[in-house]
């Protein structure tokens, strides 16, 4: 989010929430600085959403919304598609024991293996 987005979502919260809202130029600073790196789009839903059932203004974890921090997201999707990709990968170099193996262990481990009836 840019600083005039920033801007702007606070000219949509002065529109509902005329007295409350703090427009100076550090409080502009202050929202910015924790919202530069979360999309506008999805920030300007959340405000919708949140004047739609709230009498009091949100605060920046509510202009945020459950997303969060969406590159960390991101960046843990794509850390889980190599990880997936690399199990698949493996997957392919698998080799199953040799036939009679299992049976040979329980022999060995005394286990046995057939049941009485």
Do not use: C
């Not at 987005?5 to 929202?31: F, M, N």
């Not at 990880?83 to 392919?92: P, V």
């Not at 022999?107 to 009485?116: E, F, M, S, V, Y």
Request: net charge neutral; glycine share 4%; aromatic share 6%.
């Amino acid at each position: 989010m840019k600083r005039a987005q920033v801007i702007d979502l606070l000219i949509k919260l002065k529109e509902e929430y005329a007295h409350q809202i703090d427009t100076s130029d550090p409080e502009i600073d202050r929202l910015y600085e924790h919202l530069k790196d979360f999309p506008f789009d999805v920030a300007v839903e959340n405000v919708r959403k949140h004047i739609q059932t709230n009498s009091f203004p949100p605060k920046i974890s509510q202009i945020r919304g459950k997303v969060g921090d969406l590159r960390e997201i991101e960046q843990q999707k794509k850390e889980t598609a190599e990880y997936l990709a690399l199990r698949d990968a493996e997957r392919t170099n698998v080799v199953l024991p040799p036939a009679g193996w299992k049976e040979s262990l329980y022999a060995k481990l005394g286990i046995n293996t057939r049941t009485t009836e």
